[in-house]
């Protein structure tokens, strides 16, 4: 009997988005996970944890130190991950200590799970601590085999002018249409740093105590090559709330906004297309998960169809395109 179980809650994610090729992994993970216990000589440390796509189970290591086995099914959104890791080398993120290609298993540094940015109750302080950390990994140039954000902006600019008549209200459409036309303006730049593409406070874990590392360190990147105001995105939207409980919903965004682009030295009104452009990317992938073009215009209104929080951003930092 495999020593490793897979949780109900990474099945579930996996036959809800996978293919088959995603459910046969699934079935493999026990047999999988046993191997790599074996091969690097691991003997498992705790529950172990999931997101959607990732099993991660902490472990020890034969010398008694704590490590994660991280398991996943490779796709194009998480080959890269090993690359990137290796570039960084450490430096502002969870270290890559060993890497399987053919499978995509790795392990990991041990980081305190218990612990994330999220849980810094001044919003400020969490902010410019994530902003510090991501200025840190894009001080990387982006290495050789990685997604480039000239590809993800080539392909938004060839989808977007038919998919947007998708969108049933004409303020948002319009809104839409302008970030398609600042996603144009910034397309021939597109930036060759090394982009973690998923940096909230949720990814920013604590450091163990004794480790001589972090504070703080970043965890799951999706490696990207381009423009560091195209990672902007997922912390602005992160920790809405804190953002809904000021007087001026739209000021705290630029304030946000502001703070991100100080701290990393970005010109603003190139970090401001970019982040449009990435609120474009993020609405088409919501009009693609509508059946078809036909489904979506018979929404009364884009409540279910687009997420608001994007809109409301895109609107914010419109002021800055000037």
């Known amino acids: 009997m495999s020593r490793i179980a897979v949780p109900a809650g990474l099945a579930a994610a996996y036959a809800e988005h996978g293919d088959e090729s995603a459910a046969a992994w699934i079935a493999a993970l026990p047999e999988l996970a046993d191997g790599f216990l074996q091969r690097w ?17 902490p472990v020890r290591r034969a010398d008694g130190t704590p490590a994660a086995l991280k398991l996943q099914h490779v796709t194009d959104e998480t080959v890269g991950e090993p690359l990137g890791l290796r570039a960084w080398a450490g430096d502002g993120v969870v270290r890559l200590l060993e890497h399987d290609e053919p499978s995509g298993t790795m392990l990991l540094e041990r980081l305190d799970g218990r612990r994330s940015l999220a849980s810094v109750r001044d919003p400020e302080v ?12 894009v001080a990387v140039p982006g290495p050789a085999g990685l997604r480039t954000l000239a590809d993800v902006v080539d392909g938004v600019l060839a989808d977007a002018p038919v998919a947007l008549k998708a969108v049933p209200d004409a303020d948002d459409r319009e809104l839409l249409e302008r970030c398609l036309a600042a996603a144009e303006e910034v397309r021939d730049e597109p930036g060759d740093r090394l982009l973690h593409w998923d940096l909230h406070y949720e990814n920013v874990l604590a450091s163990l105590p004794g480790s001589g590392r972090g504070p703080w360190l970043a965890i799951d990147p999706k490696p990207l090559v381009g423009d560091p105001g195209f990672d902007l995105l997922p912390a602005l939207r992160n920790r809405w709330e804190d953002l809904v409980a000021t007087d001026d919903l739209p ?23 970019w982040t449009l452009t990435r609120v474009l990317q993020n609405a088409l992938w919501d009009l693609e998960d509508a059946e078809d073009a036909e489904d979506a215009a018979d929404f009364e209104d884009d409540d279910e169809l687009l997420q608001e929080e994007q809109l409301v951003i895109a609107r914010a930092l419109a002021p800055r395109l000037q």
């Not at 000589?41 to 189970?57: C, M, Q, Y």
């Not at 969490?126 to 990994?137: H, K, N, S």
């Not at 000021?251 to 297309?273: P, S, Y």
């Open 126 to 137: 969490a902010l410019l601590t994530l902003a510090g950390l991501l200025a840190r990994l």
């Open 41 to 57: 000589e691991l003997r498992p440390d705790g529950p172990s944890a999931h997101g959607a796509a990732a099993l991660v189970v």
């Open 251 to 273: 000021r705290a965004i630029r304030r946000r906004f502001d703070l991100m682009t100080e701290v990393l030295g970005l010109d603003r009104q190139r970090a401001a297309r």
